[in-house]
């Protein structure tokens, strides 16, 4: 049973006790959802495939609220949902999806993983993966290293060693080497949750060479830049452009120039890394 999301309203009566699917048609719903996903993979189709599928997932974690499932059957859910949270906000950013709505999916996802952190210490069974994947969701987070240091139990010694790099990585602003550290993590979800930082790690980077390079007839290093930001040639220049770098014959230079503080992030330029198909 496939059932649309229904806004709670003044005046509007309470879900009926017959609309309400137990734990076992809420499972098999996510599922049937995520074969959707995965059936319906064409660039034509997301958008409709996204829209139905968030929706609906939405209307899982209201039956799941308002039947007051217990920890072990909410986490099932969760965990089921939340990679293609992951997954649906870089595909929605880098195609821009006419019906992706960025606060409304960052509100879901956060959602996901607060209801997720609720539940996860009283339950027995841990999900390495989904617990590396909310560390990195919240890798900019001051408290997000003793999380770490907490749950050190629950990692393999090469997942918890990635995650205490990453979070380094991005506090030092290490650019070169946060984006060798996830171009080489074989783990999608992993990947994926990063690149919500990979916008912000660029343009730092960006602007710390335009200053490094700011010589009369000097250019920017593009191969370099290039090769550690993991970034198309054309992808590069048109984001240099976009901090104000004066662009001649396929090559940036910053001598002279203003850089510009009026930077859109969320262009596809700054998000697409050649290691994500």
Same mark, same amino acid.
């Given at each position: 049973?496939?059932?649309?999301?229904?806004?709670?309203?003044?005046?509007?009566?309470?879900?009926?006790?017959?609309?309400?699917?137990?734990?076992?048609?809420?499972?098999?719903?996510?599922?049937?959802?995520?074969?959707?996903?995965?059936?319906?993979?064409?660039?034509?189709?997301?958008?409709?495939?996204?829209?139905?599928?968030?929706?609906?997932?939405?209307?899982?974690?209201?039956?799941?609220?308002?039947?007051?499932?217990?920890?072990?059957?909410?986490?099932?859910?969760?965990?089921?949902?939340?990679?293609?949270?992951?997954?649906?906000?870089?595909?929605?950013?880098?195609?821009?999806?006419?019906?992706?709505?960025?606060?409304? *999916?960052?509100?879901?996802?956060?959602?996901?993983?607060?209801?997720?952190?609720?539940?996860?210490?009283?339950?027995?069974?841990?999900?390495?993966?989904?617990?590396?994947?909310?560390?990195?969701?919240?890798?900019?987070?001051?408290?997000?290293?003793?999380?770490?240091?907490?749950?050190?139990? *629950?990692?393999?010694?090469?997942?918890?060693?990635?995650?205490?790099?990453?979070?380094?990585?991005?506090?030092?602003?290490?650019?070169?080497?946060?984006?060798?550290?996830?171009?080489?993590?074989?783990?999608?979800?992993?990947?994926?949750?990063?690149?919500?930082?990979?916008?912000?790690?660029?343009?730092?980077?960006?602007?710390?060479?335009?200053?490094?390079?700011?010589?009369?007839?000097?250019?920017?290093?593009?191969?370099?830049?290039?090769? *550690?930001?993991?970034?198309? *040639?054309?992808?590069?220049?048109?984001?240099?452009?976009?901090?104000?770098?004066?662009?001649?014959?396929?090559?940036?230079?910053?001598?002279?120039?203003?850089?510009?503080?009026?930077?859109?992030?969320?262009?596809?330029?700054?998000?697409?890394?050649?290691?994500?198909?």
């Amino acid at each position: 049973m496939v059932k649309q999301y229904s806004r709670s309203a003044a005046g509007k009566e309470k879900l009926s006790p017959t609309e309400l699917r137990p734990f076992a048609v809420l499972m098999d719903t996510v599922a049937y959802l995520l074969r959707v996903v995965s059936e319906y993979d064409s660039r034509e189709a997301w958008p409709d495939v996204y829209e139905f599928v968030s929706d609906r997932l939405r209307a899982v974690r209201q039956d799941m609220v308002v039947e007051n499932l217990d920890a072990e059957k909410s986490i099932l859910l969760l965990e089921s949902m939340i990679p293609f949270y992951a997954e649906a906000e870089y595909r929605c950013e880098l195609t821009r999806c006419p019906t992706y709505d960025r606060k409304l *999916h960052a509100t879901q996802l956060e959602e996901c993983f607060c209801r997720w952190r609720q539940f996860v210490d009283f339950s027995e069974r841990k999900n390495e993966r989904i617990m590396a994947s909310y560390l990195l969701h919240n890798a900019d987070k001051r408290w997000v290293v003793v999380q770490l240091i907490a749950w050190k139990e *629950h990692f393999c010694k090469n997942n918890y060693t990635f995650i205490q790099d990453v979070i380094l990585s991005l506090r030092m602003n290490n650019f070169v080497r946060f984006f060798r550290l996830i171009s080489q993590q074989d783990d999608s979800l992993l990947r994926l949750t990063t690149t919500r930082y990979f916008a912000t790690m660029r343009l730092l980077a960006l602007k710390a060479c335009a200053v490094a390079y700011r010589c009369r007839d000097i250019p920017l290093p593009d191969a370099f830049l290039e090769e *550690h930001l993991h970034m198309k *040639h054309s992808a590069l220049l048109c984001c240099l452009r976009a901090l104000g770098c004066e662009v001649t014959d396929g090559k940036a230079y910053t001598f002279g120039v203003t850089l510009s503080n009026d930077v859109d992030l969320c262009a596809s330029e700054w998000i697409f890394a050649d290691f994500i198909p």
